[in-house]
């Protein structure tokens, strides 16, 4: 089957604009992830949800990154007046998350967001 | 609170070398997973080895082999007889045992075989 798919694949804006990365898990996978990786940089943890509980926020850099996930499937990470710091691959990954055992997280192919 | 360090920022040796990885993780959690990614210049993540925090038995898959001291918290990882395909950046990682638990990746390091 299908994936985890990213899109776009690469985005470039402009200091100050908002921006959305589109995030498709794998159907059935009720554990949704991002993670971003700067410049040279391992992966970042951002922000995780999990079915319907209330998503862990603890890794976002600040109160201008936000996501959703909207049916329990699509996620959406808003990234609002972007700065160049900003620029970085986003990934997204998905998993079961069922039992108690380790569910494996596969991850998309990213996001390549450049800010001017 | 979790932390992964790997101190090597880049290797470089000449093919057929032997070059181990150093991975060091913090957690307070008692039960926890461990992993090894790959990221070639490609640039998508290639998962390579989950162990758990349980099973201290070292692991062996072809020319790669893994050794996980829970006494010294270390994790690290042996490519055996390197080749230019190895090139890469390799990632140590950490995560909870639940069924979803976000993971702690170390900032990488850049191995680079030479012909």
């Known amino acids: 089957g299908a994936g985890v798919s990213q899109s776009p694949s690469n985005k470039v804006t402009e200091k100050g604009k908002d921006v959305e990365l589109r995030c498709d898990p794998i159907?059935?996978?009720?554990?949704l992830y991002w993670y971003r990786q700067s410049l040279g940089q391992g992966l970042e943890f951002l922000i995780y949800?999990?079915?319907?509980?209330?998503?862990?926020k603890s890794g976002l850099p600040s109160d201008r990154f936000s996501a959703e996930r909207t049916g329990g499937s699509v996620s959406t990470l808003t990234i609002q007046r972007t700065q160049q710091e900003d620029s970085a691959v986003y990934l997204c990954?998905?998993?079961?998350?069922?039992?108690?055992?380790?569910?494996?997280?596969?991850f998309g192919p990213g996001t390549r967001l450049t800010v001017l | 609170a979790q932390k992964v360090t790997q101190a090597q920022t880049e290797i470089s040796v000449v093919e057929k070398e032997d070059v181990t990885l150093d991975c060091v993780y913090e957690?307070?959690?008692?039960?926890?997973?461990l992993f090894w990614y790959k990221q070639p210049p490609s640039g998508e993540l290639v998962f390579l080895i989950r162990?758990?925090?349980?099973?201290?038995q070292n692991e062996i898959s072809g020319r790669y082999s893994w050794n996980f001291q829970k006494s010294t918290s270390s994790f690290n990882f042996t490519i055996t007889a390197s080749q230019v395909v190895d090139s890469a950046v390799y990632f140590c990682?950490?995560?909870?045992?639940?069924?979803?638990?976000?993971?702690?990746f170390g900032s990488g390091t850049r191995l680079s075989i030479r012909p």
């Open positions: 990954a998905s998993s079961l998350a069922h039992g108690s055992g380790y569910n494996e997280q596969f």
């Open positions: 159907s059935g996978h009720t554990a």
């Open positions: 949800f999990q079915g319907n509980s209330a998503p862990d």
């Open positions: 957690t307070r959690d008692t039960t926890y997973y």
């Open positions: 162990r758990n925090s349980f099973d201290e």
């Open positions: 990682a950490l995560s909870g045992y639940s069924s979803a638990s976000k993971i702690i």
